[in-house]
C-alpha cells in the first residue's frame, strides 16, 4: 500500500478515535493511541514497523514542536517568583521514583544491582507530549498547569544526568569501565544537557532577530518552523536533547521577543494535524505482545514507578509550600513516558547486551501502559484542581 495512502488512514483513524474518546470523555490522546493501535501490528498491521520507521521525521517535528511550545512557560518573571521550588520538586519527584523503582525490583523482586538501578534512573523520565496535549485540548489554566509543565521539562534534564550516573556505576561494578574513565561517563550527560541548552539559546536568539522583522504571520511561521525543525536536526547530529534543544528555543522567544504570542500562536495554527498523526502512529507503534512478556518485573516497574511520581510530587510539593490542590494531583500528570525513556533502555540495550533485552522489555511494557492510561490521569489531575475550562472547549478542539 503506498505511503501516502497510510497516511491518510493514520490521519483518518486518528480524528475517529478522537471521537470516540470524546464520547467516552476520555481524553482525545487516549483515543489517538488508540486508533492507531488498532491499526498498528497489534491488530490490523495497516501500518507497519518498517512504516513506523519511515515517518520517524513526523515524529521528530512534532517533539520539536511540543518541546517549543512548553518552552513558552519559562517566564523569567514566573520563574523568579517560585525561585528554586520548581527544581526542587523536580529533583523530589524524580529520586523518590528511582528510590522506589530500584527498591521494588532489588529488594522485593532481587533481580542484580546493574539492572535495578538502570530500571530506577529510567523510571524517571516523563513524557511531556501527552500531558502538554491534554492541557491544550481542555484549555487548562491555574497552579497545577502551570507547574506541570516546567516540571515535565526539567525532568527529562534531571533523567538523562541520573542515567548517566548509573550507566557509570553499572560499568564499574561491572568492570568493563577499564578503557572509559569515571569522569568522562560522567561529563556526557552534563555536556549533553548545556550543549542543548546552549545551543537552543543561540538559535532563539537568531529567531528573535529574525521574528521582530518578520512582515507577516505566514512568514513568521515558516521562520519558527524552520529554526525548530533546524534545532531538532542539530540535535540528532550532535547527540544532544532535541525536547531540552528545542524548549530552549521557545524560553528564549518568551522572554527576548517583542510580541512572543505571536509565534507561538501562529506554530499552533499549523501544528494539530502534525500532533494527531504523532500520537496516532504512537498508538500503532504500541505492541501488545509486550504485555505477556512484563512478569512480576514488569507488574513492579508499573506499580513502583506510579507510586514514587506520586508520593514524590506531594513530598516536594509540601515542602515548598504549594497548595494542596498541588500536592494532591501533580504526580498524576507526570505519568505519561515515551520516548526518552525508550531511547535510553535502547543505549543500555546496545552498551550492556547481557541485560539490556530484559530492561528495554519493561521499559516498553511500562511505556505501552503510561501511553495508554497517562492522559486519562492528566485529565483526572486538572479536573480534580478545578483547572478545566470547560466553557471555552471547542465541539471538536482542532484534533488536539
Known amino acids: 500500500m503506498d505511503l501516502l495512502v497510510k497516511i491518510s488512514i493514520v490521519l483518518l483513524m486518528g480524528i475517529l478515535g478522537g471521537r470516540i474518546a470524546k464520547v467516552l470523555h476520555l481524553p482525545s490522546v487516549t483515543g489517538y493511541l488508540l486508533g492507531g493501535l488498532l491499526i498498528g501490528p497489534s491488530f490490523a498491521n495497516v501500518v507497519t514497523d518498517h512504516d513506523i520507521h519511515n515517518f520517524e521525521i513526523i515524529n521528530e517535528i512534532a517533539l520539536a514542536a511540543i518541546a517549543f511550545s512548553i518552552g513558552s512557560e519559562f517566564h523569567i518573571k514566573d520563574l523568579a ?25 532489588y529488594f522485593m523482586l532481587n533481580q542484580s544491582f546493574e539492572l535495578s538501578i538502570l530500571l530506577g534512573a529510567i523510571a524517571a523520565a516523563t513524557a511531556p507530549a501527552a500531558t502538554t496535549m491534554v492541557i491544550k485540548q481542555y484549555k487548562a489554566n491555574g497552579p497545577l498547569t502551570r507547574t506541570i509543565l516546567p516540571v515535565v521539562a526539567i525532568d527529562d534534564a534531571v533523567c538523562v544526568m541520573a542515567f548517566g550516573l548509573a550507566m557509570a556505576v553499572v560499568k564499574m561494578t561491572a568492570g568493563s569501565a577499564a578503557d572509559v574513565s ?15 541548552l546552549a545551543v537552543g539559546f543561540i538559535i532563539g536568539v537568531l529567531l528573535v532577530f529574525l521574528g521582530n522583522k518578520a512582515s507577516n504571520q505566514e512568514e513568521l511561521i515558516g521562520m519558527v518552523l524552520a529554526l525548530i525543525i533546524a534545532g531538532g536536526g542539530l ?3 550532535f547527540h544532544l536533547s532535541p525536547i531540552l534543544l528545542c524548549m530552549m528555543i521557545g524560553a528564549t522567544i518568551t522572554n527576548l521577543m517583542r510580541n512572543p504570542r505571536r509565534a507561538f500562536d501562529g506554530l499552533s495554527s499549523f501544528t494539530p494535524p502534525i500532533y494527531l498523526f504523532f500520537f496516532t502512529l504512537a498508538g500503532a507503534g504500541l505492541h501488545l505482545n509486550v504485555l ?3 512478569g512480576y518485573l514488569g507488574v513492579g516497574y508499573i506499580v513502583a514507578r506510579a507510586i514514587g511520581k506520586i508520593a514524590g510530587s506531594a ?7 504549594y497548595p494542596d490542590t498541588i500536592v494532591k494531583y501533580l504526580g498524576l500528570g507526570l505519568l505519561p513516558q515515551a520516548g526518552v525513556a525508550i531511547g535510553l533502555a535502547m543505549v543500555a540495550k546496545q552498551q550492556l547486551p547481557e541485560m539490556g533485552g530484559m530492561l528495554s522489555t519493561v521499559v516498553l511494557g511500562g511505556v505501552f501502559v503510561y501511553e495508554i492510561i497517562g492522559p486519562v490521569c492528566a485529565k483526572i489531575a486538572i479536573q480534580k484542581a478545578g483547572e478545566m475550562n470547560t466553557d471555552t472547549i471547542d465541539p471538536e478542539p482542532n484534533y488536539i
Not at 182 to 196: C, D, K, N, T, Y
Not at 315 to 321: F, M
Open 292 to 294: 505477556g512478556k512484563l
Open 81 to 105: 517568583k517560585v525561585g528554586s521550588k520548581i527544581f526542587i520538586v523536580t529533583l523530589v519527584q524524580a529520586f523518590a521514583t528511582i528510590i522506589a523503582v530500584f527498591s521494588v525490583s
Open 182 to 196: 569515571l569522569l568522562s561517563m560522567l561529563a556526557h550527560p552534563v555536556i549533553e544537557i548545556i550543549g542543548s
Open 235 to 237: 540535535a540528532h547530529t
Open 315 to 321: 513530598i516536594g510539593a509540601k515542602a515548598v509550600g
